[in-house]
């Protein structure tokens, strides 16, 4: 097949991770006989250098008409002028929203070789196997009003935690049916004992779960939820949450597998062709090193194979040889070893089948 792929390599490690994937998915394409066009457009920080904007509407217009996107990372100290007007992560933000790509699954998978890369007891990580299910174009990152004004003579912030009934359905029902090809549970994390949106969400949760009654689902308040993912992981499958929770989560999350730059996700709505990136952000601290775990884009791009392009076995592919490079001792510093990016690429793309 031939397929158009927009890379967005962004800021930090960012150009670092995509180049690395954008190896693999080569090497798929050779093997399998695919043909992937790849074009990059600018994003972030780098962007708002070329052209004083963190998303031009080019970048935009591209992503629309793709048949993917991969991003690497936005941001940095460059940009992180708390009273600057434009900001690498508005770039990233409106490309979510300008994608409607309301629905973010970060899946979290333990390997048994990286037990020890953790701080976690190894007893507690043995078989975990959750997703998380973020909402990304709603709540606490969009809400209106945003704003910075003037009260009795101080300044005031504001952020707004907003959802419709509408907005909280799709992505749970959406939940609901990836619980289906799991473990049938769900678990929908809030914060009802304290927010109105959390106690809409909550009910609209158990309007939801009577269409799915051979799935289980459990309400967890946020906190709770925090403490049982470091405690009791083994007890998430599908973990279904407002848009900042799911990002906090997913972040203490990446400390089970061992490293932030472990964990991928994809960004879907089913319109246009699907965002995918790793986890983490642009590391400003190893940036320019050479040495940033390229898996979880790697394993980004695998799961565009399978959402976007419908290449499931290719995807299987990739994800078998990250398993087996590090079942065999592959491993960059983040994970205790020495590995360069371009060497731990390199260890996958040698086991590709
Ligand atoms: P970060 O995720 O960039 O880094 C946190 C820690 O994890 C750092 O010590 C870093 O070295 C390490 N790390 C992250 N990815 C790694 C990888 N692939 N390999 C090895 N180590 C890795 O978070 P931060 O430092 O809080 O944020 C830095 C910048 O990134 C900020 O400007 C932030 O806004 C931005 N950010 C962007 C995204 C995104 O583009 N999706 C996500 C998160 C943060
Ligand atoms: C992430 C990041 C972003 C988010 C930032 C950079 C806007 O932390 O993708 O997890 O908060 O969604
Ligand atoms: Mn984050």
Sequence with gaps: MKANIVLLPGDGIGPEVVSAAVQV?????????????????????????????????????ACRSADAVLLGAVGGPKWDDPRASVRPEQGLLGLRKGLGVFANLRPVRVHPALIEASPIKSDRLLGVDLIVVRELTGGLYFGQPKK????????????????????????????????????????????????????????????????????TLEHVLVDTAAMRLVSVPQ??????????????????????????????????????GGLYEPIHGSAPDIA?????????????????????????QEARAIEKAVDQAITEGARTRDLGGSLTTTAMTQAIIERLD
């Design 25 to 61: 998915l080569e090497a798929v394409g050779q093997h399998y006989d695919h043909k992937f066009v790849f074009t990059e457009y600018l994003i972030g920080g780098s962007a708002i250098d070329k052209t004083g904007n963190p998303l031009p509407e080019e970048t935009l217009q």
């Design 148 to 215: 910075r004004d003037w009260v009795d003579g101080q300044q005031r912030a504001v952020d707004t935690l907003e959802y419709t009934e509408n907005e909280i359905e799709r992505i749970v029902d959406l939940a609901f049916r990836l619980a289906r090809q799991r473990r049938r549970k769900v678990s929908s994390v809030d914060k009802a004992n304290v927010l109105e949106s959390s106690r809409l969400w909550r009910e609209v949760a158990n309007r939801v779960a009577q269409r799915y009654p051979d799935v």
């Design 235 to 272: 007890s998430f499958d599908v973990i279904v949450t407002e848009n900042m929770f799911g990002d906090i989560l997913t972040d203490e999350a990446a400390v089970l597998a061992g490293s932030m730059g472990m964990l991928p996700s994809a960004s879907l709505n089913g319109q246009y």
């Design 288 to 312: 320019g090193q050479g040495i940033a775990n390229p898996i979880g884009t790697i394993l980004s791009a695998a799961m565009l194979l399978r959402y976007s392009l419908g290449l499931e």
